[in-house]
């Protein structure tokens, strides 16, 4: 029986690995050449975007998402705000090499303090991913996330 890591985990070992792509202008400590080469192709491509939205973007970009995931058949429950306060971090596949890093999050700090938002603005790599896959994954944030 073949176990499934959680998508925190992966996103951690591909962090340590420099294998977590920027979609934006802030990238990870740890970068391979690949990582590099395909981040600058997706800003290139798609300039000026931001990867974050807000309490009120949110929901219409988990809808998007959902409705890609269920258009892709992919084995995923739907993404929605955590239940209670917190983080999660989920992984949508997008090519067989590569994969969105999506962050959730809807965190109370106290009196009346919240942060709630969607961020879109990583994607997982390995050493095939291409440039086609990121043109795979720009056709995805301008159909879903736009």
Request: aromatic fraction near 12%; include cysteine; charged fraction near 30%.
């Amino acid at each position: 029986m073949k176990v499934r890591k959680a998508d925190w985990t992966l996103v951690r070992e591909a962090e340590k690995d420099g294998l977590m792509a920027s979609m934006t202008s802030i990238v990870e400590r740890n970068r391979t050449k690949l990582n590099d080469e395909l981040s600058n192709y997706f800003r290139q491509n798609v300039p000026g975007y931001s990867g974050s939205y807000d309490e009120d973007q949110g929901e219409d970009i988990l809808y998007g998402i959902n409705k890609y995931i269920e258009e892709n058949n992919i084995d995923k429950y739907p993404l929605d705000f955590p239940f209670s306060t917190g983080t999660d971090i989920h992984l949508v596949n997008i090519t067989e090499n590569l994969k969105l890093k999506v962050v959730v999050a809807d965190e109370y700090y106290g009196d009346g303090d919240y942060s709630k938002y969607v961020m879109c603005d990583f994607f997982l790599i390995n050493e095939k991913t291409t440039t086609k896959d990121v043109d795979v994954l720009i056709n995805f944030v301008n159909k879903y996330l736009s």
